[in-house]
């Protein structure tokens, strides 16, 4: 199985950030210089990075399409969103040199429009990010940069979207995103049974290099790594070497 460990940079306000449980009142701030951080993931050895424009997953538009396409330029494999609404911020993410575009809010609030994204584009350009959390049995599904909770659950929409040729889910555990407490592995086993046919992107409180290899070994495709590396828990080249 191909397995990819890639970094993630928060942005918002052209810094590189954290929120804690994606709440934007909890924000810590890591580095100013966005670029220069991604290519020290690339000269590690990374062969993806993972984008996430806070500010547009909020406001509904790309409102770090500028670094992103600046970042772009220096030839890593990008996998960006946040403020992905209509089929022309696709284009204008395409545009700038994404190779990936990842769809949340849309993809939970109008997965029909999103199904016509992949009929048109292929399942290779577009992440589904189902970002979840546990609430009265059922994993449900918040949107707006975690601000709103639709009526959709997980469960449905994760198998919905596998008929229709989705390749790509992300898929974190929002109580456990930037708490460093571990990825929620009976999450990702549950998904790899229930929706094979989609290559599991594990995001969402990693804390170790333990915690790549149980990702892998739950079934997972990928990790997205966040503060672990922020903050010096592991290396790029160490979590790559695992």
């Known amino acids: 199985m191909n397995f990819d460990v890639i970094p993630a940079i928060d942005l918002r306000g052209g810094q590189v950030v954290r929120l804690k449980q994606g709440d934007y009142a909890?924000?810590?701030t890591y580095a100013a210089d966005p670029r220069e951080l991604a290519r020290r993931y690339a000269d590690a050895g990374a062969?993806?990075?993972h984008l996430v424009d806070l500010d547009g997953a909020r406001s509904g538009r790309l409102d770090n399409l500028a670094v992103i396409a600046a970042?772009?330029?220096d030839g890593m494999a990008i996998q960006a969103g946040g403020g992905?609404?209509?089929?022309?911020?696709?284009?204008?993410?395409f545009d700038a040199g994404v190779q990936r575009v990842v769809v949340g809010s849309v993809a939970v609030r109008d997965p029909a429009r999103v199904?016509?994204?992949l009929a048109k584009y292929g399942a290779e350009r577009l992440t589904l990010a189902l970002d979840t959390r546990h609430a009265e049995g059922r994993w449900v599904l918040p949107s707006a940069g975690w601000t709103e909770v639709e009526a959709r659950t997980l469960?449905?929409?994760?198998?919905?979207y596998?008929?229709?040729g989705a390749r790509h889910l992300l898929c974190t555990d929002i109580d456990r995103d930037g708490m460093l407490a571990g990825f929620n592995l009976d999450l990702y086993r549950h998904l790899v049974t229930s929706v094979p046919q989609l290559a599991l992107q594990a995001s969402g409180g990693v804390r170790s290099l333990d915690d790549i290899r149980a990702a892998r070994d739950a079934g997972a495709n990928a990790v997205i790594l966040g503060r672990a590396l922020l903050e010096g828990s592991f290396t790029v080249?160490?979590?790559l070497a695992c």
């Open 26 to 28: 909890q924000q810590t």
């Open 237 to 239: 080249a160490e979590a």
């Open 162 to 164: 596998a008929a229709r």
């Open 115 to 117: 199904a016509a994204w």
């Open 71 to 73: 970042i772009a330029t």
């Open 84 to 93: 992905v609404r209509e089929e022309a911020d696709l284009q204008r993410l």
């Open 47 to 49: 062969r993806w990075l």
């Open 155 to 160: 469960d449905e929409l994760a198998p919905w």
